[in-house]
């Protein structure tokens, strides 16, 4: 229910959000250079109208490369692990050297897990680095049953096996964490 009243209140939206993109394009070419100030504004005002929306793609996480060693490194995603409830992304790099792994947990808040991009892209100097991408539950079909919290903890078991043996980041493992750890 709650879906179906979100979705109305985008669709009756929509023709508002039209007019302001419509509006806002035209506005260099009907009123030049007059009114600087005040088409700036108005300008502004339709730009936050046209982005009043909801919005249900995830972005990219773009991190082309990140510096390891003394040396810029590409970097791309994959999918690791695919099931109804979410994905374990990988973010794979061409290093000679195994780097210590390590699994990003995106909280399950209905935001996506590229608000951790800054978050990824540091750790991707030193580390493997996996993160968990959530499914919008109005993705996921009702024949995949219900997800509560031994659901969760299940997939997060699921992702580390996915993830396999190997020298796992712990705090003192990797390079970046060989100081003393702060905590007594």
Not at 132 to 148: I, L, M, Q, S
Request: proline share 9%; glycine share 6%.
């Amino acid at each position: 229910m709650l879906y179906q009243t979100y979705q109305f209140h985008d669709d009756l939206v929509a023709p508002m959000r039209l007019f302001a993109q419509t509006t806002n394009a035209m506005m260099d070419s009907v009123f030049g250079t007059f009114g600087q100030s005040a088409r700036r504004q108005f300008s502004a005002s339709l730009e936050m109208i046209s982005r009043f929306e909801i919005t249900h793609v995830r972005p990219d996480f773009a991190i082309p490369a990140v510096p390891v060693g003394n040396r810029m490194v590409p970097v791309s995603t994959e999918v690791a692990l695919d099931l109804p409830f979410g994905q374990l992304l990988k973010f794979t790099k061409d290093v000679e050297t195994p780097q210590p792994k390590v699994l990003v947990v995106a909280p399950l808040s209905g935001h996506f897990p590229t608000l951790l991009r800054g978050t990824v892209e540091t750790l991707l100097r030193d580390h493997e680095v996996y993160i968990t991408d959530w499914a919008n539950a109005r993705d996921v079909p009702v024949e995949a049953g219900k997800f509560g919290v031994e659901d969760y903890i299940e997939y997060i078991i699921t992702f580390l096996e996915e993830i396999g043996p190997g020298r796992m980041c712990s705090p003192c493992a990797s390079p970046a964490c060989r100081r003393s750890p702060p905590w007594p």
